[in-house]
T-cell receptor, first 115, second 111 residues
Framework: NAGVTQTPKFRILKIGQSMTLQCTQDMNHNYMYWYRQDPGMGLKLIYYSVGAGITDKGEVPNGYNVSRSTTEDFPLRLELAAPSQTSVYFC??????????????FGSGTQLSVL | LAKTTQPISMDSYEGQEVNITCSHNNIATNDYITWYQQFPSQGPRFIIQGYKTKVTNEVASLFIPADRKSSTLSLPRVSLSDTAVYYCLVGDKAAGNKLTFGGGTRVLVKP
């Protein structure tokens, strides 16, 4: 199993450009999450999904959009990139609710710089 | 309002035991306590999970008192490779599925 796969690993954007960060999992997980992590800081929840067709906002959703058309994929869209979105983005998934006896599996991250 | 409180950082030396305590006063009745480890430039990874009393695996032990308002992650005989950030994760009835992490504890193991 590949687990949680994120692409690309690195990306540099110019201010105002848009891009999609890809996240796919092959574990048939229902729950998927997007986090961002600024240098030296903790994880901030951007968006999450509890199943195909269901998404909801996290702590810091402004400037981002998501969709969940399939169980496997949970792409994160940046429409108008801003320097404040420079960060490392992590996608995570779990079969059930992670606060029960489940565990989160994380991808290796996408390092994004907006210049 | 933070759901969990952990020390910001801890220093240790190789071969010592490291204990990190997390406070979670509002833990929901059915929630488990899960700890994750994050190395620089990597995503967090699961290390241990428990509901009550004590849990031990090949990496760590987790101690949970009867009131479950706190938990302590114990790393026995740490090595340099245990230098990482450790996050305690519990649920929040008010937040539902909105799974947020606290700031974590940065552990530095010195030679």
């Amino acid at each position: 199993n590949a687990g949680v796969t994120q692409t690309p690993k690195f990306r540099i954007l110019k201010i105002g450009q848009s891009m999609t960060l890809q996240c796919t999992q092959d574990m048939n997980h229902n729950y998927m999450y997007w986090y961002r992590q600024d240098p030296g800081m903790g994880l901030k929840l951007i968006y999450y999904s509890v199943g195909a067709g269901i998404t909801d906002k996290g702590e810091v959703p402004n400037g981002y959009n998501v969709s969940r058309s399939t169980t496997e994929d949970f792409p994160l869209r940046l429409e108008l990139a801003a320097p404040s979105q420079t960060s490392v983005y992590f996608c995570a998934s779990s079969y059930g609710q992670p606060t029960t006896n489940e565990k989160l599996f994380f991808g290796s991250g996408t390092q994004l710089s907006v210049l | 309002l933070a759901k969990t409180t952990q020390p910001i950082s801890m220093d240790s030396y190789e071969g010592q035991e490291v204990n990190i305590t997390c406070s979670h006063n509002n833990i929901a009745t059915n929630d488990y306590i899960t700890w994750y480890q994050q190395f620089p430039s990597q995503g967090p990874r699961f290390i241990i999970q428990g509901y009550k009393t004590k849990v031990t695996n090949e990496v760590a032990s987790l101690f949970i008192p009867a009131d479950r308002k706190s938990s302590t992650l114990s790393l026995p005989r740490v090595s340099l490779s245990d230098t990482a950030v450790y996050y305690c994760l519990v649920g929040d009835k008010a937040a539902g599925n909105k799974l947020t992490f606290g700031g974590g504890t940065r552990v530095l193991v010195k030679p």
